[in-house]
Structure formats: structure tokens, C-alpha cells
């Protein structure tokens, strides 16, 4: 099971974390992904993060990167996304999702994985 929290409402420039907490499964061992989904709009990918194995590499959307970094915390096993900078057209629903399937290319999309949490809203007002 996938928990995700964190989502609110911000202003413009602001930040938030988002969190995606796993029972079940071991997210060091696994690929965790950062989706969202705006309102009349298709799920797209935000951000992953590889199992540790593959030295938790990591993929930003073109939209986030600067802004954004995905980390996990093995001990806790979480996985978090730190937003900043946020703009108005980050607002959306973020799901975290996971994948045991392990690709050398990019695995950014929705297809890849397997196993979704419920969403946290995220509110950012211009």
C-alpha cells in the first residue's frame, strides 16, 4: 500500500513535500515515480526514483527540474518530493506509484508501473 501526503495550498514561489509512505514493499529495492494529473488533463510524470541498487538515479520531468528533487529515505521507507519555486501550473492531484520492473532507459511513463497510491491535491494560487 502507497500513502501519499503532504498536498496543500500554497502561493506562488512557495514549497511544499510531498510524502509517499510504502507498507508491503521495500521502496530501496523498487522505482518509485511522482505523477500528477490537472483537472481535464492526462497523468504525467513528474519525477522518479531508481532502487538503490541502481545507485538511485533519478528522472525529472523538463517542467520541474530545478525546482523539484525526489529523495527516499530507506529507514523510513519514503519516498519524498521536495517542490519549490511552485507556479500555478503545478497545481494538480500527485500520485507516488512504484514498479519492481528494472529498465536501463527512461521510465517515465504511467504504463511502468504497476502499483498507485491515492493522490494528495496540490493548490498553487498566482
Known amino acids: 500500500q502507497l500513502q501519499a501526503s503532504g498536498g496543500g495550498s500554497v502561493q506562488a514561489g512557495g514549497s511544499l513535500r510531498l510524502s509517499c509512505a510504502a507498507s508491503?514493499?521495500?521502496?530501496?529495492?523498487?522505482?518509485t515515480a511522482w505523477f500528477r494529473q490537472a483537472p481535464g488533463k492526462e497523468r504525467e510524470f513528474v519525477a522518479n526514483?531508481?532502487?538503490?541498487?541502481?545507485?538511485?538515479?533519478?528522472e525529472y520531468a523538463d517542467s520541474v527540474k530545478g525546482r523539484f528533487t525526489i529523495s527516499r529515505d530507506n529507514a523510513k521507507n519514503t519516498v519524498y518530493l521536495q517542490m519549490s519555486s511552485l507556479k500555478f501550473e503545478d497545481t494538480a492531484v500527485y500520485y507516488c506509484?512504484?514498479?519492481?520492473?528494472?529498465?536501463?532507459?527512461?521510465?517515465?511513463?504511467?504504463?511502468?508501473?504497476?502499483?498507485w497510491g491515492q493522490g494528495t491535491q496540490v493548490t498553487v494560487s498566482s
Open positions: 506509484s512504484t514498479t519492481a520492473r528494472h529498465v536501463a532507459g527512461p521510465m517515465k511513463r504511467a504504463d511502468d508501473y504497476a502499483d
Open positions: 508491503g514493499r521495500t521502496l530501496s529495492r523498487i522505482t
Open positions: 526514483i531508481r532502487r538503490s541498487a541502481s545507485s538511485s538515479f533519478t
